[in-house]
């Protein structure tokens, strides 16, 4: 099909695969939390005994992330993504049949792999490739997407384990996230030109724009460049350190005194404010910027761990907490991608933002293991606490660094 002459731009198919990616590899991870008090109470082991094997998966794909941008440059993408996919789903579904912590290391080193090239990468390389006009809110819809499986998992999920065990749950979670990539397979394609058509916006004169934006960048020294990045890694890694404490709602409840229903639920009101962040974060960064709006969410995010470290534990309170505690995810997947837009573009925003997402995958492979020795050592109190300061340092560091100069507007 030629896209110029189809009556709806091919980049809107684009966006929709980009969703389901989104929606089958990142709408998982959302879901983790409620698998470990499970597990760990069924094997007899703690939590942060079970989380190890999310350093091996993030170190795998720290890894692998420093090839990515050439095999996506060298390789086809279908075979690329049904790989990474199968890599990464079929070893999740394996841990149905795991009883030892060394077995959930091997399976995660293979999880690790496959998610390097699923998560972070792919899908703001294809809404770069394919969209000039609106590509900061496409983006927006995208992580929306993730939002969505992520609740509709969550209550899937409470409910098979409730009744089936977590064995069962993570077999149907798979398969459920498998299905969900069987339509990108036959819609997505790289770039414009592979089809004959252009990017959506090129024919309403936003090349232009496209060409200022690039122009801009460029004015950045080298040196610039070089702190920008440093900088847009630090916040990388305070983001995923504070998703880490998202997945561990769950087991607060539990501490509270409720059970694994009331667990999902917590979750579930995470993916609200995964949602709403991510719905509003599009076209308020097309509008006030990145620094702006990503300093407002982090602020947000830090006020929610704050509420929750002040022993606030009134149900309202935890309910309100956990929708602000769920911007976390947005922060992490929305503010890196339009932070290195600032200084980068074409083939450099590909590679940089790989680079930039080892950093990502690192804390992400941390994040798990970190709350969970703090909760064991300290208590959640002093851990909420903790990672409230994290959505602080990330407010600053967008304000001090990123503040855009008068000569780029």
Same mark, same amino acid.
């Given at each position: 099909?030629?896209?110029?002459?189809?009556?709806?731009?091919?980049?809107?198919?684009?966006?929709? &695969?980009?969703?389901? $990616?989104?929606? +089958?590899? @990142?709408? !998982?991870?959302?879901?983790?939390?409620?698998?470990? =008090? *499970?597990?760990? &109470?069924?094997?007899? $082991?703690?939590? +942060?005994? @079970?989380? !190890?094997?999310?350093?091996?998966?993030?170190?795998? =794909? *720290?890894?692998?992330?420093?090839?990515?941008?050439?095999?996506?440059?060298?390789?086809?993408?279908?075979?690329?993504?049904?790989?990474? =996919?199968?890599?990464?789903?079929?070893?999740?579904?394996?841990?149905?049949?795991?009883?030892?912590?060394?077995?959930?290391?091997?399976?995660?080193?293979?999880?690790?792999?496959?998610?390097?090239?699923?998560?972070?990468?792919?899908?703001?390389m294809l809404l770069n490739n394919w969209f000039i006009k609106r590509k900061k809110t496409a983006l927006s819809i995208c992580f929306v997407a993730a939002g969505l499986s992520g609740i509709i998992l969550s209550l899937m999920m409470g409910m098979v384990i409730n009744s089936f065990g977590w064995r069962t749950a993570y077999i149907v979670r798979g398969i459920f996230s498998l299905l969900l990539m069987i339509p990108v397979m036959f819609f997505v394609v790289k770039k414009p030109g592979e089809i004959g058509t252009t990017a959506y916006g090129s024919e309403e004169n936003a090349a232009d724009n496209q060409k200022y934006m690039g122009d801009a960048a460029k004015r950045h020294s080298f040196e610039e460049k070089r702190k920008k990045f440093v900088f847009a890694v630090v916040v990388a890694v305070l983001c995923n350190l504070s998703c880490g404490m998202t997945g561990m709602l769950p087991h607060f409840a539990g501490t509270l005194g409720y059970g694994i229903m009331f667990g999902s639920y917590l979750t579930s009101l995470a993916m609200v404010g995964n949602i709403s962040s991510k719905a509003l974060m599009g076209p308020a960064t097309e509008k006030f910027g990145i620094v702006a709006s990503g300093s407002l969410c982090a602020a947000l995010l830090a006020f929610g761990f704050l509420l929750m470290g002040l022993g606030i534990t009134a149900t309202p309170a935890v309910l309100f907490s956990s929708v602000m505690i769920g911007f976390s995810a947005c922060v992490n997947t929305l503010i890196i991608p339009n932070l290195l837009d600032t200084f980068v573009k074409g083939d450099e925003y590909v590679h940089v933002l790989s680079i930039c997402s080892t950093g990502t995958m690192i804390a992400s492979s941390l994040s798990y293991l970190l709350v969970s020795l703090l909760v064991d050592n300290l208590g959640y109190g002093p851990s909420f606490l903790i990672y409230s300061t994290f959505g602080v340092l990330i407010a600053v560091i967008l304000i001090v660094v990123y503040k855009q100069r008068k000569a780029d507007k």
């Open positions: 099909m030629n896209g110029k002459r189809s009556k709806i731009h091919y980049a809107w198919k684009i966006l929709i &695969s980009c969703c389901l $990616i989104n929606m +089958s590899a @990142l709408g !998982v991870t959302n879901t983790n939390g409620l698998y470990y =008090s *499970a597990v760990s &109470s069924d094997l007899g $082991i703690l939590i +942060s005994e @079970l989380s !190890v094997h999310t350093v091996f998966q993030g170190i795998a =794909s *720290a890894l692998t992330l420093l090839i990515v941008d050439r095999v996506y440059k060298k390789y086809p993408l279908k075979p690329v993504l049904l790989i990474s =996919s199968v890599l990464f789903h079929g070893s999740q579904m394996a841990m149905a049949a795991l009883n030892h912590v060394w077995q959930f290391c091997i399976a995660g080193v293979v999880c690790g792999i496959g998610a390097a090239f699923l998560f972070y990468v792919p899908v703001p």
